[in-house]
């Protein structure tokens, strides 16, 4: 199911996603982004996790199992350390989660909750001291990406505009997006495999993309 990403418990993709989840009856599910909390009823989980939190839900209410369907950051960390410093790695990173904070969860940029998401993003090691401190990340950004005029209200299109000279976020993210499609597409098809109903929920960016080679390779299973 390719969701968009939405805290609104009025939505009518909320009412969609559960529709669907009854009518498919899925033997497994796999969530997005890392295993989400389980909150206490439905109204709750959306407001505070979105799409991810509803299908924690249901899979508790069902008694279905839940997986992340993401690679290991391991994987991910090796591929970009390749072509980019750790320090671009983790502006990345934490202008992504200012990004989502602001526009999908409704959080404030406020300084105290900018210096919690720099401690956060601490895996490996050289990510973790790459950036240690809001004055060092505002010093980065200004040094590294000299064109964003304010960093606490970037627009997701500047992650998206891979012609714009010299935006190397939104290579990092092309990559990123690579190497997680590429895993998400191997863990349903392993579970198809072992002949499992297999329920999905990420976002709509990613089905768009998998859609086609994803429906290839079921046609390919015996």
Same mark, same amino acid.
């Given at each position: 199911?390719?969701?968009?990403?939405?805290? !609104?418990?009025?939505?009518? =993709?909320?009412?969609?996603?559960?529709? %669907?989840?009854?009518?498919?009856?899925?033997?497994?599910?796999? %969530? +997005?982004?890392? #295993?989400?909390?389980?909150?206490?009823?439905?109204?709750?989980?959306?407001?505070?996790?979105?799409?991810?939190?509803?299908?924690?839900?249901?899979?508790?209410?069902?008694?279905?199992?839940?997986? %992340?369907?993401?690679?290991?950051?391991?994987?991910?960390?090796?591929?970009?350390?390749?072509?980019?410093?750790?320090? =671009?790695?983790?502006?990345?990173?934490?202008?992504? =989660?200012?990004?989502?904070?602001?526009?999908?969860? /409704?959080?404030?940029?406020?300084?105290? /909750?900018? +210096?919690?998401?720099? @401690?956060?993003? !601490?895996?490996?090691?050289?990510?973790?001291?790459?950036? #240690?401190?809001?004055?060092?990340? /505002?010093?980065?950004?200004?040094?590294?990406?000299?064109?964003?005029? !304010?960093?606490?209200?970037?627009?997701?299109?500047?992650?998206?505009?891979?012609?714009?000279?010299?935006?190397? &976020?939104? @290579?990092?993210?092309?990559?990123?997006? @690579?190497?997680? !499609?590429?895993? #998400? #597409?191997?863990?349903?098809?392993? +579970?198809?495999?072992?002949? /499992?109903?297999?329920?999905?929920?990420?976002?709509?960016?990613?089905? +768009? @993309? =998998?859609?086609?080679?994803? &429906?290839?390779?079921?046609?390919?299973?015996?």
């Amino acid at each position: 199911y390719g969701s968009y990403h939405n805290t !609104d418990s009025n939505h009518p =993709q909320f009412r969609d996603i559960e529709q %669907c989840w009854n009518r498919f009856d899925p033997d497994i599910a796999f %969530c +997005e982004g890392g #295993m989400w909390p389980l909150a206490a009823n439905r109204v709750v989980a959306i407001r505070r996790y979105g799409e991810q939190g509803l299908l924690r839900f249901l899979a508790n209410r069902d008694r279905i199992e839940i997986r %992340c369907i993401e690679p290991d950051q391991r994987v991910i960390w090796q591929s970009l350390a390749r072509r980019f410093s750790a320090v =671009q790695i983790k502006i990345y990173y934490v202008l992504r =989660q200012v990004l989502i904070n602001r526009e999908i969860f /409704k959080q404030g940029t406020s300084s105290s /909750k900018i +210096e919690e998401i720099i @401690k956060t993003i !601490d895996f490996p090691i050289r990510l973790r001291y790459a950036i #240690m401190s809001l004055k060092a990340f /505002k010093n980065a950004v200004r040094r590294l990406l000299p064109d964003l005029k !304010d960093w606490r209200q970037i627009n997701s299109r500047y992650f998206l505009n891979i012609l714009r000279p010299g935006n190397w &976020l939104a @290579k990092i993210d092309v990559e990123v997006n @690579k190497i997680r !499609d590429r895993r #998400m #597409m191997a863990n349903i098809i392993r +579970e198809i495999r072992r002949g /499992k109903r297999v329920f999905a929920l990420v976002g709509l960016n990613h089905v +768009e @993309k =998998q859609r086609e080679r994803l &429906l290839e390779q079921i046609g390919r299973l015996p």
